[in-house]
């Protein structure tokens, strides 16, 4: 390694140390003992181009302890992307591109949002399990186009959280040989010494049992020994491989190097001023030589790799168009031309499960949107979601669409942002919606992040039945609603199951949620797949209604036979209203909900077997539940709650009779 090697890992340090200086908070320690990580893999290892980080056939880098992500925005800026000293500088402002953990919506060359621990290593899974599925989808005998790395630098912290368990887990499994993650192995956690909660634990062995190749490197400042070890790593050797490399958090720093102090708050201007005179850096806060940038920029070697694609890409297209255009729809995102055309249509009184429609609908899809993939946490019997044309994705196997996730809630939710965020391929995945809960924290960065991804949530009630209440969803849309940029569709038949499919095909900004039955619902009259997309709408034809029953999912015909109870008994004009999706009737004309609504003139009763949280917005009073639900047949638990047609029907009563009152 060259002097301008150490004086760029120096600068690396000394730009991460004087950003969090100038937040006056961030994590400095752990840029401080990685920057030679970065600098070696970034400058002669990774395969990219500063100049275009979208481009297709590039190496991925994953920084799952995004605490770190000075190191990266560093690392950035020296080797050429859009990320310029101003933006160092304003690290952690307000509509910065250099945010307290890497956001891969907000800077070039971020390939993920971290911050979360483990999140990004099954990001990483995801990025390195989309690679395998699409090379083999498109490269040919005559030409490899898709043959790329994924890498990921990794904390003690993301090691313990269960998420990269359930995901390095599989990824051994299926072979991944194309992901590589270093461990950084400081020893060190927020709180203090990582012995303090991890101790027993022999991680590299962990790994092996994985089926994890595993390397290490024991000095982190070891330029030529990172080196040598990368190199090693890319040489396949049919298993995804663990590199530990043993650091110093804080390096450099007199008395904070090696504690719980340099991990997450400022040095302080002494501390940080012995630190940069410990690597010999005399320069001035924010001051880079030139010869760092000549000696990191990867500009023009980012240019001559991409170039190199570009010119075996022109031969690929020549021999096989068809493939070439299939595989820049894909990344572009687009659907096909007719991709809707052959969806199932339904009559009136045709009576299945929503979770049956929506397997029905994934094998129309699967025909005319072949970059959709599937998968279930061990329940693909259950949730519908098998392409039955296709089998399941093996390490012999990934040309196949689905994938048997087993029971890993959390990776596969994780895996599913990495798939996404790689490009090429539109995964859905599925389980029951009570174990949403434990894949909330990827779907809340796939909320944050705008990622497409398709949740196939079954067993929606207590309609489920007799497993009982530890499998019966109560709270869960509820919560699930409180998500920004989260739809949760809830379709009441299916019909509206085919538009919460369409709607979430269509949808490339943000995620959806499918909540489907269990039980078989009727198609009920007025029901409409096109409206879906308005969020709610009337099933009849009431123009001036006494009272408005709105539902969802299941509880949509209690309202309908309590509409004709009413309409029998006590001459009432009652509308009914399907509202499917909360989150798209707020996003719409608000004109036209509160005209669907009644307009303020007629009171409006919700009813939805889920507390009533929520829905406080939209009606004046509830049939919900507030209680967990009990292990009986479905028929007898709604009884048994209050969710029957003469129970609706007496609460629109004294709903009215209060309206009244208050009047």
């Known amino acids: 390694m060259t002097d301008n090697d150490s004086l760029a890992v120096s600068a690396i340090r000394a730009l991460s140390i004087d950003a969090v200086e100038r937040a006056n908070s961030g994590h400095p320690g752990a840029p401080m003992g990685l920057a030679p990580l970065t600098h070696t893999l970034f400058t002669k290892h990774l395969v990219h181009n500063p100049s275009n980080p979208n481009w297709i056939d590039r190496d991925r880098f994953v920084l799952s302890c995004g605490h770190a992500s000075m190191l990266l925005y560093s690392t950035l800026h020296l080797t050429g992307y859009d990320v310029s000293m101003e933006d160092i500088k304003n690290f952690r402002q307000l509509e910065s591109r250099t945010p307290g953990h890497p956001e891969s919506f907000a800077t070039p060359g971020v390939e993920t949002t971290t911050g979360p621990l483990g999140q990004g290593l099954a990001n990483g899974v995801g990025f390195a399990l989309a690679e395998k599925m699409l090379a083999a989808r498109f490269n040919t005998e005559d030409t490899t186009i898709v043959d790329h790395r994924t890498w990921v630098l990794a904390s003690d912290g993301d090691l313990m959280e269960g998420v990269a368990a359930e995901a390095c887990s599989l990824a ?25 909660s991890f101790s027993t634990e022999d991680v590299v062995k962990r790994f092996d049992a994985y089926g994890w190749r595993t390397l290490e490197v024991d000095d982190g400042n070891d330029l030529g020994a990172l080196d040598k070890v990368m190199e090693e790593a890319k040489q396949s050797d049919g298993r995804p491989t663990l590199v530990r490399v043993r650091t110093t958090i804080g390096y450099g720093a007199p008395t904070k190097a090696g504690t719980a102090k340099a991990h997450g708050s400022p040095l302080g201007a002494e501390e940080a001023a012995a630190a940069k005179a410990a690597y010999g850096w005399s320069h001035e806060p924010f001051e880079v030589p030139d010869e760092v940038y000549e000696a990191t920029s990867q500009v023009e070697r980012g240019k001559v790799a991409e170039e190199a694609w570009n010119t075996l890409y022109a031969s690929y297209e020549e021999a096989h168009p068809d493939l070439a255009e299939e595989l820049e729809r894909a990344f572009a995102g687009e659907l096909a031309e007719d991709w809707d055309a052959a969806l199932p249509e339904f009559d009136d009184g045709h009576s299945e499960a929503t979770r049956s429609t929506s397997g029905a609908v994934i094998q129309r899809l699967a025909a005319t949107v072949p970059e959709l993939v599937g998968g279930s946490a061990d329940l693909a019997g259950s949730n519908k979601t098998m392409i039955e044309s296709s089998g399941a994705v093996t390490r012999d196997l990934f040309a196949a669409r689905n994938i048997n996730y087993g029971v890993r809630e959390h990776a596969m939710a994780g895996m599913a942002n990495g798939m996404i965020l790689h490009g090429g391929v539109r995964p859905f995945i599925g389980t029951f919606l009570t174990f949403s809960d434990y894949m909330r924290g990827s779907m809340r960065l796939s909320a944050l992040s705008g990622l497409g991804v398709i949740y196939v949530f079954t067993h929606d009630s207590i309609g489920l039945g007799e497993d009982g209440p530890t499998h019966q969803p109560i709270e869960h849309i509820a919560s699930l609603r409180t998500i920004p940029n989260l739809r949760v569709i809830r379709p009441a038949d ?54 408005v029953l709105v539902g969802t999912g299941s509880e949509v015909q209690l309202c309908v036979a309590a509409a004709e109870k009413l309409a029998e008994e006590d001459d009432l004009a009652v509308r009914v209203v399907s509202m499917p999706c909360m989150e798209l009737l707020a996003d719409g004309d608000p004109d036209y909900a509160d005209e669907l ?4 003139d007629a009171p409006v009763l919700s009813v939805e077997a889920g507390v009533s949280f929520g829905w406080e917005r939209w009606a004046d009073d509830h049939v919900a539940m507030d209680d967990f639900g009990a292990s009986a047949p479905a028929e007898v638990l709604f009884e048994e709650f209050g969710f029957t047609p003469a129970a609706v029907a007496d609460a629109a009563r004294d709903l009215l009779e209060e309206w009244e009152d208050d009047e």
């Open 172 to 196: 051994g499994h299926l072979g991944l040989d194309k992901l590589i993650v270093f461990w950084d192995d400081n020893e060190i956690t927020l709180d203090g010494p990582a012995s303090w």
């Open 597 to 600: 609504l009644g307009g303020g």
């Open 494 to 547: 299916a019909r509206e199951t085919v538009g919460a499919w369409l709607e979430a095909v269509q949808r490339t900004d943000g995620p959806t949620a499918l909540a489907l039955s269990r039980q078989n619902l009727p198609v009920l009259t007025g029901s409409s797949a096109d409206q879906v997309s308005m969020g709610a709408y009337a099933l009849n034809d009431v123009a001036d209604p006494d009272i």
